[in-house]
């Protein structure tokens, strides 16, 4: 089996990894709200996971100009 003669840079090794990414997961329409979420999750916009209500999320209210 061949060995290589010299260490390989950390550079040379991170740019052969360079495609190496994680591909995102499928996104799915909320029944409630309509927005896409991740599937399976509870919906991050209106906090429901199968009709029914999982977490309550609050609203930032919107800051005013002076």
């Known amino acids: 089996m ?19 990414k994680i591909a995102f997961g499928n996104l799915a329409n909320c029944p409630q709200c309509k927005e896409l979420k991740p599937a399976h999750r509870i919906c991050p916009h209106c906090g429901y996971y199968k009709g029914k209500q999982v977490i309550e999320i609050k609203v930032k209210g919107k800051k005013k100009k002076k």
């Open 2 to 20: 061949a060995l290589p003669k010299r260490k390989h840079s950390t550079t040379r090794g991170r740019k052969r990894r360079t495609h190496w």
